[in-house]
């Protein structure tokens, strides 16, 4: 399994370091969280630190937008640097015209779902993302605990996506770690996002070892 450790739970006085830190520890993918003080109750980053840690790291960055109008801010964040841009189902932009958009600038899209949004909801997008982001927590902080009751929607995607003929890569958010990577594991996730499991341990290479080998069954 792919971990993509999220950077909320860095320390934001040195995130340029925070990012090598986990770079070398053996992160697949970095996820940063942009949150509006809108669509979520908390306010994080914006492009311009996104564009600012891109110097720090090779590795692909996942940027999770969860803000009211993801359209109006996709050039920004693709011009950052973005690898893959994934937005959410609920916020208020045209869900097709930011699909189209993210694709124009040679980003990959991906849609995320809340944990009140079923699975249903992403089908009619499943030939045209490249990702779908299945929130394990209601979004907004880190630190909160694993909602296990979401994994079906993992399974339910991916085999929707067969049908389709489509190998779909399913992330999940919020939540994870070492005491709950080998339940998501159980249900064929590709990526796991975690943030405290990672920042907060003492080793970030050793938790980030740790989780990859709790994933495998
Ligand atoms: C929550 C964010 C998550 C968060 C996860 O809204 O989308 O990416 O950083 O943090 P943990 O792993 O601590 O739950
Ligand atoms: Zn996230």
Redesign the pocket.
């Known amino acids: 399994m792919k971990i993509a450790p999220?950077m909320?739970?860095c320390d934001f006085a040195k995130m340029g370091d925070e990012l090598i830190r986990i770079d070398k520890g053996g992160a697949d993918w970095i996820?940063l969280?942009v949150?509006d003080g809108h669509f979520?109750p908390n306010i994080t980053i914006g492009p311009a630190i996104v564009s600012a840690l891109r110097q720090y790291s090779k590795l692909p960055f996942d940027v999770?937008l969860?803000i009211d109008y993801p359209l109006d801010y996709i050039e920004q964040f693709a011009k950052a640097g973005a690898d893959i841009i994934t937005f959410h189902i609920e916020a208020k932009s045209d869900i097709q015209a930011t699909i189209d958009k993210i694709k124009s600038l040679g980003v990959k899209p991906g849609l995320v779902i809340k944990p009140k949004t079923s699975a249903e909801e992403v089908f009619p997008y499943l030939e045209q993302v490249d990702l779908i982001l299945v929130?394990t927590?209601e979004?907004?902080?880190?630190?909160?605990s694993f909602m296990a009751d979401m994994l079906p929607k993992v399974t339910a995607i991916k085999e929707k996506a067969k049908e389709l003929g489509k190998n779909m890569l399913v992330e999940i958010?919020?939540?994870?770690?070492d005491k709950t990577i080998s339940q998501a594991a159980k249900f064929g996730v590709d990526v796991c996002?975690?943030?405290?499991?990672v920042f907060k341990a003492s080793d970030a290479k050793e938790a980030i070892d740790n989780l990859k080998r709790l994933s495998e069954v």
């Open positions: 999220s909320l739970s996820h969280d949150m979520v999770h969860m929130m927590v979004p907004g902080f880190g630190g909160q958010d919020g939540g994870v770690n996002v975690s943030g405290t499991g």
